[in-house]
């Protein structure tokens, strides 16, 4: 225990000395040629890795695997451009968990149980949960960007990008309705629709729970050993998840650059502020009514949440996510249910951000709308959201087919483009928390949150499986 206190501190002596070194130098305080700055970064990610091999953590090596993609992305630019192959392997990956392991996790919730009515009461509570939460949210954005008017003054020449968003048509309330149920099953999963996923699983559940038990059985025992499996299967890929996540944050910083930060801070640090505010203001207490362990709520998530900043992708984040509520003592049939569903309907990070946006297109174009402009447009925008949170990007193609439909510029929406990945990792962070937290909302709502003092055994409808998630919260590397 010594030598990792030792390990720690030195860990974050090195931090804070390149901290303020680069300060120092941004500010022409000193004078350091490149080469040496770079010498001192690298000894500092050296601290690090050598604090990682100690502490032998897979959310430490995804935080350090950051550091080490964002300084490789800065000093090799080209090398970092082609890393992007790596974190797209490890998208895929993700990808092929999440169709099977809603569909097992729910089947075994709802059927093992054959309990319908408990489905019907962790619905209407989920949705009403989500409805209240998000529209908070809207109201934090469109507040946030009034304040800090960061719209107003910009330049339209920021437009310019190297990316193309493929513009779609405005959604009629009969399309998105049409959008919530599947057609075909394997199409569904083959374009990653989860709510269609969820709508198939759960009315499959519903119709298993009402045929004979000799006839359940085989199919729920199935489904049990599916879901134990891709768990399994999910570890297995987390140990790639150190490569994966540093590879996209290289791939960010190489072809993005730092600079992008100066044309369009006021609206970056906007959203950040807001968001925080949101997470304080109003998840925090959230948490506190529904007595939620805060510290060990935060230790749960703080590796799903890592993986969906620098991924940008909620998907991403889904397995590690569902398994850590679990471990918090909530139970398997309402993280199988509520978590699906809150990708769909609790965007929290995505409508804040939504509602921030859509008003900076119209300030940037110098476009005064009313307090009603505004609501109708945003409310408009939470519609149009659901069910994209799991694609990167999807919420800045909703926010241009919107934002055409009411006849204001597209530019500012392709100003938006250039930090977008940066803006991205922060409100899909929030998306994360927000239906980590919501999951422990509708079981203590339900009588059902045990959060044990220590990490034990998960629910499992055979008490002679094996526990679907290990005590062990640290890895070997």
Aim: proline share 4%.
């Amino acid at each position: 225990m010594k030598k990792l206190s030792i390990f720690t501190w030195a860990a974050i002596l090195s931090i804070t000395v390149v901290a303020i070194v680069t300060v120092l130098q941004q500010y022409g305080v000193l004078a350091l040629p490149e080469e040496v700055l770079r010498v001192v970064r690298w000894m500092c990610i050296a601290v690090l890795v050598a604090f990682g091999v100690r502490k032998r953590s897979l959310t430490v090596w995804i935080l350090i695997s950051m550091v080490v993609g964002a300084e490789i992305g800065y000093d090799f630019p080209e090398v970092a451009t082609s890393l992007n192959v790596l974190s797209k392997v490890f998208l895929k990956l993700i990808k092929t968990i999440i169709a099977p392991l809603i569909f097992a996790t729910l089947v075994v919730g709802i059927a093992g149980h054959a309990n319908l009515k408990q489905v019907g009461s962790m619905g209407w509570k989920a949705l009403l949960y989500f409805e209240v939460v998000t529209t908070i949210a809207l109201f934090i954005g469109l507040a946030a960007i009034n304040i800090s008017k960061a719209g107003v003054g910009i330049d339209a020449g920021l437009a310019q990008t190297h990316e193309e968003i493929q513009e779609v048509p405005a959604q009629t309330t009969s399309e998105i309705i049409l959008h919530v149920f599947p057609e075909n099953i394997a199409k569904s999963i083959a374009e990653g629709q989860v709510l269609q996923i969820v709508v198939f699983s759960v009315i499959f559940a519903i119709a298993l729970a009402m045929v004979p038990e000799k006839k359940r059985k085989p199919m729920l025992d199935f489904c049990e050993s599916l879901a134990e499996v891709m768990f399994k299967f999910t570890k297995i890929i987390m140990y790639f998840a150190p490569v994966g996540v540093g590879a996209a944050i290289a791939y960010t910083v190489g072809h993005m650059g730092f600079g992008i930060l100066l044309n369009l801070f006021q609206l970056l640090a906007t959203l950040y502020v807001a968001l925080l505010a949101f997470a304080v203001l109003v998840l925090l207490p959230i948490a506190l009514i529904a007595r939620v362990p805060v510290k060990r709520f935060l230790q749960a998530i703080s590796g799903p949440v890592s993986i969906a900043f620098a991924t940008t992708s909620s998907e991403a984040a889904l397995p590690r996510a569902m398994e850590e509520m679990e471990k918090l003592g909530v139970p398997r049939r309402i993280v199988a249910f509520v978590m699906p569903t809150g990708y769909s309907f609790n965007l929290d990070g995505t409508t804040l951000y939504l509602a921030l946006a859509s008003v900076f297109v119209a300030q940037a174009a110098g476009v005064d709308l009313s307090l009603e402009q505004q609501l109708v447009i945003v409310f408009t925008l939470m519609l149009t959201s659901k069910g994209v949170a799991g694609v990167p990007r999807a919420s800045l193609v909703i926010l241009l087919g919107t934002v055409a439909s009411f006849n204001l510029p597209v530019w500012p929406v392709f100003a938006i483009l250039g930090i977008d990945e940066l803006m991205d990792m922060a409100r899909t962070s929030v998306n994360v928390t927000g239906n980590c937290l919501a999951t422990a909302v509708v079981a203590r709502w339900e009588g059902e949150f045990d959060p044990q003092p220590e990490v034990g055994l998960v629910e499992t409808t055979n008490p002679e499986a094996a526990p679907l998630v290990e005590q062990e919260s640290k890895i070997h590397v």
